[in-house]
């Protein structure tokens, strides 16, 4: 694997690790970088906010969100910063491309609203009814892959701070989720079984 692609990350002239807007037109339009290998992406169209899950190295999975704007390019650090570390830590020449900085926000980068070590292998998340989650404002469910559970988060106003979590095992990978509002039921498609399993809220 050549690691000088990592730098590709972090340049506006390539795709690689980039979260990309296309238009009618099919212009495409980069919104954020510093990505490393996103499997979940939510729009939170109420609120206006992208909500995106990443794989981080060994370690250091994030769940990161941005306030949608076309006009700016939101940086998320990687292969910068990240709160996990390289496979192979003794690999100097890798350290000196990528140090992998603790702190986001000191380099210039925007730090996760939550990131997990250890790894838990995150895939679909999505923000539910009110509802759904016993009228818990600024919710999200994580769909997991590695830790076969469904992670729950409730945020403080701006999803800045984590006010409650809670993990619920399902001993299953779970690679999608999808929320029915009319039924108010949560669909989990699962890959370990290759089944399709629903949890309904009870009124």
Known sequence: KNKMNGLLVQNDKNILGKLVLIDKENKPKIIAKGLRNSQGLFYDKENNIIFISDHGPYGGDEINKLFFNKDKIVNFGWPLA??????DEDDKKLLKLYPLYKSHKNFGFEEPIHFFNPSVGPSQLIRVDEQFMNNSKNSILLATMKDL??????????YNKVLKSEKIYIDERIRDLEYIKKNNLLVMFLETSGSISVIKKEK
């Open 82 to 87: 990240s709160y996990g570390e390289h496979y």
């Open 149 to 158: 559970s469904l992670h729950f988060f409730k945020f403080d106003e701006n």
